[in-house]
């Protein structure tokens, strides 16, 4: 693993910066994955996990688990947006439009 070390982003750089990367990464492929879903219908998230992988081995591991949060935050979006997550509320609670 020590040989594979050299081939990584240096990790001097500022920890805002290496956010923004990963943010910039994460961002490219949720709009992948809107795309895909738009064209397709109804797809899995497969197109997410490239850029947390990406973020957690280039940058670091803060990075990669920002790239974690923003995947799920996406996939929670697109799934309610596409209406084929789970219903986020009990049906006793919802407004009737929801139902």
Do not use: N, W
Not at 33 to 51: I, K, S
Not at 64 to 89: D, E, K, P, Q
Request: charged content about 10%.
């Amino acid at each position: 693993m020590e040989k594979l070390y050299p081939f990584l982003f240096d990790h001097r750089l500022p920890t805002p910066i290496r956010y923004l990367i990963a943010g910039s990464i994460m961002l490219v492929c949720a709009a992948l994955q809107a795309g895909l879903q738009a064209q397709a219908g109804f797809t899995g998230f497969f197109l997410l996990l490239p850029g947390v992988f990406l973020s957690g081995l280039l940058l670091d591991r803060g990075s990669g688990l920002l790239a974690a949060a923003i995947a799920m935050g996406v996939t929670l979006y697109l799934s309610y947006a596409g209406r084929y997550g789970m219903g986020f509320c009990c049906r006793a609670h919802c407004s009737p439009s929801l139902q």
